[in-house]
């Protein structure tokens, strides 16, 4: 597999790739780019698997380059490579589906793990292909056999953009009005009729169902099981003579939902596309009623949900989760973390008890929460936010239930208890007695806490705090008591005069030094000499 780094920076380009283990992770260098019109030149010669690119460039930068890159290579795993104060503009990237991003300097052993990562997933990725190569291959030796895969052919309308709608009934070809239907089933649960092994029984027992109800309005049906997705069916409905009324369809897929749950034992959601008025946009509709259907995490299963919302109140949800955030990162200072969990966990449950909430509500809200754990982690531990606390965006369309966000939000919690327990404070520790030891060689040079905070990757507030905790003064009182300390040595040891002292010991300001002199020894320097 092949991987291009995109780093204006020569040493540091060359730094890592000196880091990454190619032989044994399986990769291969396919081109290095010092900006984003080198690499938008480079993705197209050498199409790479992976793309690891810094944030800040000259001309086209690291964002600007993904999102260009991405509608000509969508399959490659882009990698943002960043500073520590450049979070934010990270963040973007982040809730733009960028697999994930590096803090300089690279740690090798975490390069390491999300190349070794990356790469699983590629390979992952490339046997889902040949199985669906697999599978067109069988549909074309059924095509040759005069055999007809409907349930691969009408997939491949609603998933496909240059699907030709020609082939359908001529029933649907002659209407007016068509709407798209999702129904999902979830076959395991304590009420269910079937058994394990009877999941095409239980599907064709509630797509009969769906449409023996539908049978009594005045439409044409054409209902299929997804041919990717087991557990989901997709109707087609269309009116050849007027156009179709959703109350009407909504209220009859209402009393379906309820009749399979009595009579069949199964939990069934079904979402209600738009009304649409020409055939090609019924894939549209379809693309509708999926979207709808993901409402089910909010409200649960066994509900009709179209793609309808109260768009007034819509607009004031995202203004009152932003304001959560200053809650939720108070209560991650303090240390809080039972607490943190039961205000998102609250959240949540709001947002659920919202008839006009929706499902792009509860990703907004999640996105938020995981950004405030990592944010707080990067504040205030050495260790990198995305090496412990993983993917930015769990699968939510796999979840039936938002509570099985708040399980996913309490073991991210539990890494960060992790990763701000002693392994943080024992690496913080160290940067302690190494800044120590140099402060005692260098006590001329810049030692200001933004210094430490640049050498060794290290939020300012949180090593100036754990510094007093071992060392029992703060760190500007630590430099301070040393260059006087020196000053004074040299005091009495030479004949320099105070100027020059001052500037040895890092003061360029011969009044400052005197002043800062007098009050640490209660003296000014001449009197010291004395």
């Known amino acids: 597999m092949k991987v291009l780094i995109v780093e204006d920076e020569p040493l540091l380009r060359e730094g890592l790739i000196r880091k990454i283990d190619w032989k044994t992770l399986g990769l291969t260098l396919a081109g290095e780019a010092g900006d984003g019109f080198e690499a938008m030149s480079l993705l197209v010669s050498c199409q790479p698997d992976i793309v690891l690119t ?94 007809q895969p409907l349930d691969f052919q009408l997939t491949h309308l609603i998933t496909e953009q240059d699907a030709h709608w020609d082939g359908l009934p001529i029933e649907l070809l002659q209407c007016c009005s068509f709407v798209g239907i999702s129904v999902r089933i979830v076959y395991r649960n304590e009420t269910s009729r079937f058994k394990e092994n009877e999941e095409p029984l239980a599907r064709f027992a509630v797509q009969n169902s769906i449409e023996n109800a539908l049978a009594a309005l005045p439409v044409e049906i054409l209902a299929f099981k997804h041919a990717y997705h ?14 179709l009324e959703p109350e ?68 004031t949800v995202f203004p009152l989760l932003h304001q959560a955030e200053r809650g939720l990162t108070a209560l991650l200072e303090d240390g809080q973390h039972r607490e943190f969990l039961a205000f998102a966990s609250e959240l949540f449950h709001t947002l659920a008890e919202s008839p006009d909430a929706r499902y792009e509500h509860v990703e907004y809200l999640y996105t938020e929460i995981i950004h405030v754990l990592r944010k707080h982690a990067a504040k205030t531990a050495f260790e990198l936010p995305n090496w412990n606390l993983g993917t930015p965006i769990a699968n939510l369309e796999s979840f039936t239930d938002w509570r099985q966000i708040i399980s996913v939000i309490e073991q991210q ?38 210094w430490v905070s640049d050498k060794y990757f290290i939020h300012p507030n949180y090593f100036s705090k754990r510094f007093k905790q071992i060392v029992g003064i703060s760190y500007n009182d630590y430099v301070t008591r040393v260059r006087i300390e020196r000053s004074k040595e040299l005091l009495k040891t030479t004949t320099l005069k105070i100027a020059r002292i001052s500037q040895l010991v890092g003061y360029e300001d011969q009044g400052y030094f005197c002043s800062v002199f007098k009050k640490v020894t209660g003296v000014s320097p001449s009197a010291y000499r004395i």
């Not at 969508?74 to 590096?102: C, M, Q, W």
């Not at 740690?107 to 390979?123: C, F, I, M, Q, S």
């Open 413 to 450: 919690l539990e890494r960060l208890s992790n990763v701000l327990g002693d392994g943080a404070e024992r690496s913080c520790d160290d940067i302690i007695d190494s800044v120590q030891q140099y402060v005692q060689q260098h006590y001329d040079e810049d030692l200001s806490l933004q």
């Open 230 to 243: 087991s557990e989901e069916i997709v109707v087609f409905l269309a009116s050849p003579n007027r156009v």
């Open 248 to 315: 009407s369809i909504v209220e009859t897929l209402t009393q379906t939902v309820g009749w399979i749950r009595q009579h069949l034992g199964l939990v069934v959601s079904i979402g209600v596309g738009g009304v649409k008025e020409q055939l090609t946009l019924l894939r549209l509709s379809c693309l509708e009623a999926r979207k709808a259907l993901q409402n089910r995490l909010l409200f649960g299963g066994g509900n009709v949900y179209t793609d309808t919302v109260n768009q007034s109140h819509a607009a």
């Open 54 to 147: 810094d944030v800040r460039m000259p001309g086209m930068d690291g964002l600007q380059f993904i999102n260009q890159a991405r509608a000509i290579s969508p399959n490659t795993k882009f990698v943002i490579i960043s500073g520590f104060n450049e979070f934010e503009y990270v963040r973007e990237a982040l809730l733009n589906h960028v697999k994930d991003y590096l803090l300089k300097p690279i740690d090798k052993e975490k390069l390491r793990a999300l190349l070794a990562g990356l790469v699983e997933e590629l390979r992952a990725e490339r046997q889902q292909e040949a199985d669906l190569s697999k599978l067109n291959a069988l549909d074309e030796m059924i095509r040759q056999s005069h055999l």
